[in-house]
């Protein structure tokens, strides 16, 4: 209760807001060990493609 459930998008540890910076294009949390590695980069094409899955409308 009050405590931010925050979570490093890459690595899935929690995190808090000075531990961790926001990733400007997930808008989600990346921790200092995880931040600017290729498992960020990785992980930030996953999260845009399923974010993205949930955009298709399936009218095609
Ligand atoms: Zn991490």
């Not at 200092?32 to 409308?57: I, P, R, W, Y």
């Amino acid at each position: 209760m009050g405590t931010l459930n925050t979570r490093c998008f890459v690595c899935k540890k929690a995190v808090t807001p000075e531990t961790s910076t926001l990733n400007p294009v997930v808008n989600l949390p990346v921790c200092q060990v995880c931040k600017g590695t290729g498992a960020e980069q990785k992980e930030e094409k996953d999260v845009l493609d399923s974010l993205a899955d949930g955009f298709v409308c399936g009218c095609i």
